[in-house]
């Protein structure tokens, strides 16, 4: 067996694993005390695996650049070491397993990621194992049903702050070193311990509720700490503590509470019990919307939820990841709506996190929500959307379904028989119908176990009308009729239906004696289906849908309206129309950034061909007219000023102006604030379009002399509109291994940039003849960022075609990745041509 085979573990094999071995504790040893010095590539790793086993033998998971010493029960035994799995024999009935290790530090965000600060040179390193990299660390059962206490103890250099999952208990060392012995954990499996250690600045608080009391942290780098705004985050932190204690009756079990921002992270956040991990696009370093804050206020709970549902009560395999990722999305909307300021988060799950269920779900690799997830690999590209979205979508349905009080009692049962266990679906569907009375197995195979989407119309006219679907599921909806009455569209009534077939027929009483102006099928977004509007209602939306006061409304509406977009069945030039005539009086920002990043890419993938050009220019114009008309120093301004930039990249018409005013010859709109962040986005579009060189790169990187200013530098030197410039970040993004996870994103982001096919399609040939090889020597994070991002968007889909018959044995996770991509290019090709026929 290869080291990338071995790595890959199925979900046979760890089933006999655990069925012969009982995990109970695990010690740690890790010595970090080299991480400093930038030419030492490993650090020492000592772990020390108590079990009782009734095989001879079995394997333990380990990845780094060396196994040096194996004992079992007291003595020495052979290292067999293939580069990922150490096989031990002579087991016992119990057993002690001593394994030492050297592992390696991470560019990549997988295993134990080592960051130097350019902005003063400090080193920070943290962890991030979901789903199998704690054998990045540590030799462990990487599997989520053998659960274990770990004790870490961790050296480092003196004045470190060093985390993990429970509080520091003792400790020891004087002079340049330090060592931790953190207090055991709970059971919990191997992928959600952590470890970070580095000189992070630190905000501590507490929360307290009937004599139960929990320290909170918050931690970022040093470098950081003038941006970071701790008092928000840890005040919707005891705002979720407060939801979820009530809401599971359940205590919050792991002690503290800390949560630390860190630097080039792959997620937006990894729920490790006791130290809960986000990215650092968190910490707002210049000007964020209050949408930015809703999302980071929705992740914080998404994560806290995660302390129940995953940390608590862990699915046995992946085949059951929804069972944490799905309830973990709708609690996010969910308790933001319940407990926090953010009474819309219902409508940005609409219209954003539905959509990637959407997307996710029409392509031929979609896959039920309780998935077959046969290895590793395939468990690491199922954190998709239909796990997290739909799943979490269709639960927003089971919870309509069941009604509220049910579902949350049938919660509590759950963890209370459960807690620190491992389950599958069968164990939460007895549960729910404990409390509910329903048979709730005719539901999860509707819904959790089949794949794709209903699409509902209506049909008819006047008071009987049919809500026809396609692909029929049972669907308990809310039918909206609204009216246009002094110049606003209103709500005048709404109907409950439950529909099971193709066709059910209903009855739309007139309002006033007349037809509503706007039938809007699954208003108040109680299901998971596409929705299309009839022709009468989208005439209504075309005049009058800013006049909607409903924000939840509007985003159902501008969901279906780009559903149908990308279906073709509405004309990219009739949306785009809708856009520019309703976009600047979005009042919510979450809705408003969602739709003009729609109104891009059909610009950029939707029109025809021959229009493309100037579709372009109308829309940076459409653009730059919405920043010069939006409210000086609003939220709406910055997005507008985003979209300007977005849209500048692939035209030039605005190109001296944005200039003038980056040099400051010209002013701004009043009240825009160009920090940093807004500044580089509109440099890279002058960039893409050689408005620039690369000393004005340089100058804005030395005064941006910061993490994010190095890595928006690199994607804008990529970005330069020259075939050399491209070719060259054609071979860095492949070639490089010293790339971190962010620099190799910003190479491909530039590589792309200004869609210049004239620049890049030289490289086709090279990207199919370089898939096998990077798949076998490059992680699956690496890997991924590659086969995606370097996809050719072509005229045709030949090419790809041509690959995939050649290469029907390549690995199932690689072909599923190429797979996505020839269907978007497909799709793309086919809305096109939709547009040159009307």
């Not at 005719?442 to 794709?452: N, P, Q, V, Y």
């Not at 809705?591 to 029109?607: C, D, E, I, K």
Request: a negative charge; charged letters at 25%.
């Amino acid at each position: 067996m290869s080291a990338h085979n071995a790595a890959n573990l199925s979900r046979e094999e760890t089933a006999a694993r655990s069925s012969s071995i009982t995990l109970h504790d695990a010690r740690v040893e890790l010595d970090l005390t080299t991480a400093p010095d930038a030419d030492t590539t490993g650090f020492l790793t000592t772990t020390t695996l108590r079990f009782d086993a009734t095989a001879e033998s079995t394997w333990i998971d380990f990845l780094g650049e060396e196994v040096s010493r194996v004992i079992v029960n007291g003595a020495d035994h052979p290292v067999v070491w293939d580069g990922a799995r150490i096989t031990v024999s002579g087991l016992l009935s119990e057993n002690e397993v001593t394994v030492e290790a050297r592992g390696a530090y991470s560019r990549s965000g997988e295993g134990l990621h080592r960051f130097v600060d350019p902005a003063d040179g400090e080193t920070y390193l943290y962890t991030q194992y979901e789903p199998a990299d704690s054998r990045r660390v540590m030799a462990c059962f990487e599997q989520p049903d053998m659960k274990a206490r770990y004790t870490f103890v961790i050296t480092t250099p003196t004045g470190w702050r060093v985390l993990s999952n429970q509080r520091p208990v003792v400790t020891t060392g004087g002079g340049a070193t330090q060592t931790i012995e953190f207090a055991p954990t709970l059971p919990i499996s191997s992928y959600i311990t952590a470890v970070a250690a580095g000189p992070y600045h630190r905000v501590t608080g507490e929360w307290t509720r009937a004599g139960h009391s929990v320290e909170l942290g918050a931690f970022c780098r040093a470098s950081m700490a003038e941006h970071f705004d701790a008092a928000n985050i840890l005040e919707i932190t005891r705002q979720g503590l407060d939801f979820f204690t009530d809401a599971f009756l359940f205590d919050y079990p792991w002690g503290k509470y800390d949560q630390i921002f860190v630097p080039e992270y792959n997620l937006g956040a990894m729920e490790n019990p006791g130290l809960v991990t986000f990215t650092e696009a968190y910490i707002f370093r210049g000007a964020a919307t209050d949408a930015q804050h809703e999302g980071r206020a929705n992740t914080i709970l998404h994560e806290m939820a995660h302390m129940w549902f995953g940390d608590l009560v862990t699915m046995q395999w992946w085949d059951d990841l929804w069972l944490k990722e799905s309830f973990a999305d709708y609690m996010g909307s969910h308790a933001s709506v319940a407990a926090t300021r953010f009474h819309d988060a219902w409508a940005s799950f609409a219209n954003r996190r539905k959509a990637w269920a959407y997307q996710q779900d029409q392509l031929p690799t979609t896959h039920p929500i309780v998935a077959d997830i046969p290895d590793l690999e395939a468990a690491k590209l199922n954190f998709d959307g239909i796990t997290y979205a739909k799943g979490a979508s269709v639960l927003k349905q089971l919870v309509a379904y069941v009604g509220e009080e049910a579902f949350f009692r049938g919660a509590q049962i759950y963890f209370a028989r459960h807690a620190y266990g491992n389950t599958t679906l069968e164990d939460l569907l007895l549960a729910l119908e404990e409390t509910s009375g329903r048979d709730l197995r005719a539901w999860s195979r509707a819904w959790l176990e089949t794949t794709g989407m209903s699409t509902l119309s209506l049909e008819g006219a006047g008071e009987a009308r049919d809500i026809v679907q396609t692909d029929p599921r049972p669907h308990r909806l809310r039918v909206g009729l609204f009216r246009e009455e002094d110049g606003a569209l209103v709500r005048r009534e709404s109907i409950d239906v439950d529909i099971h077939q193709e066709r059910t027929s209903i009855s739309v009483p007139q309002i006033d004696g007349e037809e509503s102006d706007l039938i809007l099928l699954n208003d108040g977004d109680l299901t998971y289906a596409k929705v299309r509007l009839d022709e009468r209602s989208l005439r209504t939306v075309e005049r009058s849908l800013s006049s909607l006061d409903d924000t939840l409304a509007r985003g159902l509406i501008w969901s279906a309206l780009w559903n149908a977009t990308r279906d073709g069945e509405l004309a990219a030039s009739r949306f785009l129309d809708i856009v520019a005539r309703h976009a600047h009086a979005e009042t919510n920002v979450g809705l408003l950034t969602g739709v003009l990043a729609n109104a891009l890419f059909a610009v950029r993938h939707y029109v025809a061909d021959a229009d493309r050009d100037a579709a372009s220019a109308t829309w940076l114009d459409a653009a730059w007219q919405g920043l010069q008309g939006a409210a000086a120093g609003s939220d709406g301004q910055l997005v507008w000023a985003r979209a300007v930039g977005h849209a500048a990249a692939f035209d030039a018409a605005r190109a001296d102006d944005m200039r003038s005013i980056l040099i400051g010859d010209q002013a701004g709109p009043d009240g825009l604030p160009f920090d940093a962040d807004l500044r580089w986005i509109w440099t890279q579009a002058l960039a893409a379009t050689g408005r620039v060189e690369g000393a004005d790169i340089e100058a804005e990187r030395q005064s941006d002399n910061t993490m994010s200013g190095r890595t928006e530098a690199i994607q804008a030197h990529a970005s330069l509109p020259e075939r050399e410039v491209r070719a060259a970040a054609w071979t860095s993004a492949w070639e490089d291994t010293s790339l971190s996870n962010d620099h190799l994103a910003a190479v491909i982001a530039g590589f792309r940039a200004g869609g210049r096919r004239d620049l890049t399609q030289h490289c086709d040939d090279d990207y199919f003849a370089r898939l096998i090889g990077v798949w076998e020597s490059r992680s699956i994070e690496i890997s991924r960022r590659l086969v995606t991002g370097m996809f050719p968007s072509g005229d045709s889909t030949d090419a790809v075609d041509a690959w995939l018959a050649a290469h029907e044995d390549a690995p199932g996770a690689l072909r599923r990745l190429v797979i996505e991509q020839r269907d978007h290019l497909a799709r793309e090709l086919r809305v096109r041509a939709a547009q040159t026929q009307r």
